[in-house]
C-alpha cells in the first residue's frame, strides 16, 4: 500500500527566508506525487506534480519540487516565501498514471513571520 | 479557478438527524470524490465515482451513502448522524489522466 509522511507538522519561516517542507513516500513502483496548497476556509489547490522525465518540476507562485528516488522523497521548495504563503500544504502519492484515487500526507502548517 | 461548489459550508446538528452534504461541479468532470479531513491528519477517501451511476466506497469506512445521478451533482448522505461523524468533508472532481484533483471549500459538520 501507499503512503506518504510529512515529517514537520509546523514550519515557521521569515518573510523573504527560504524554505523547504519535506515529503517521503513509499510506493514499490514509480509513483506520482503532487503538492496541494489549503489556505485557511479554503479547498486544496494543486501547487505541482511529478509524473516522469526531468525530476525538478516548476509549480505555481514560485514553487518547485524535486523527486529523489534514491530518497523516497519530493521536497517542495521556495527560494523566497511572501506572507501570503501562510497556509497547509499536502504531499500526496497515486499509484498510476490516470488513477486520481491519492493518498494524502498529514499536511505541513506554514506561518510566515515579518 | 475550479468551478465546484459545496453546501452548506458549516453545519450543526443534533444527534440522529439525516443530512446531505451538496457537492456540485460544472466544468463536466466525469471523476468525483468525497475526502474527510481532520485536524491533523491526513485526508481520508470515503468515497469516488467514475462517472453517472458509479459509485464506490473509498480507502476509509464510513456510515455515509453517496449517489452519482447527475454529471454535476454527487450528494453525500448520513442518515443518522452521530459525534463520530464530526468533521470536515471536502469534495473533489477531476479530469480524466491529469493526476489533479479540483477541490470544493469544504463542509463542516459539527454534530452535538
Known amino acids: 500500500a501507499q503512503s506518504v509522511t510529512q515529517p514537520d507538522i509546523h514550519i515557521t519561516v521569515s518573510e523573504g527566508a527560504s524554505l523547504e517542507l519535506r515529503c517521503n513516500y513509499s510506493?514499490?513502483?514509480?509513483?506520482?506525487l503532487f503538492w496541494y496548497v489549503q489556505s485557511p476556509g479554503q479547498g486544496l489547490q494543486l501547487l505541482l506534480k511529478?509524473?516522469?522525465?526531468?525530476?525538478l518540476v516548476q509549480g505555481i507562485k514560485g514553487f518547485e519540487a524535486e523527486f529523489k528516488r534514491s530518497q523516497s522523497s519530493f521536497n517542495l521548495r521556495k527560494p523566497s516565501v511572501h506572507w501570503s504563503d501562510a497556509a497547509e500544504y499536502f504531499c500526496?502519492?497515486?499509484?498510476?498514471?490516470?488513477?486520481?484515487?491519492?493518498?494524502f500526507g498529514t499536511g505541513t502548517r506554514l506561518t510566515i513571520i515579518p | 479557478e475550479a468551478d465546484i461548489y459545496q453546501t452548506p459550508r458549516y453545519l450543526v446538528i443534533g444527534t440522529g438527524k439525516k443530512i446531505t452534504l451538496e457537492c456540485s461541479q460544472t466544468?463536466?468532470?466525469?471523476?468525483m470524490y468525497w475526502y474527510q479531513q481532520d485536524p491533523g491528519m491526513e485526508l481520508h477517501l470515503i468515497h469516488y465515482?467514475?462517472?453517472?451511476?458509479?459509485?464506490e466506497k473509498g480507502d476509509l469506512s464510513s456510515e455515509s451513502t453517496v449517489s452519482r445521478i447527475r454529471t454535476e451533482h454527487f450528494p453525500l448522505t448520513l442518515e443518522s448522524a452521530r459525534p463520530s461523524h464530526t468533521s470536515q468533508y471536502l469534495c473533489?472532481?477531476?479530469?480524466?489522466?491529469?493526476?489533479?484533483?479540483?477541490f470544493g471549500e469544504g463542509s463542516r459538520l459539527t454534530v452535538l
Open positions: 473533489a472532481s477531476s479530469v480524466q489522466n491529469t493526476g489533479e484533483l479540483f
Open positions: 510506493y514499490g513502483a514509480t509513483p506520482y
Open positions: 511529478y509524473f516522469s522525465g526531468d525530476t
Open positions: 500526496a502519492v497515486g499509484s498510476n498514471f490516470g488513477n486520481e484515487k491519492l493518498t
Open positions: 466544468m463536466g468532470h466525469d471523476k
Open positions: 465515482s467514475y462517472g453517472v451511476n458509479s459509485t
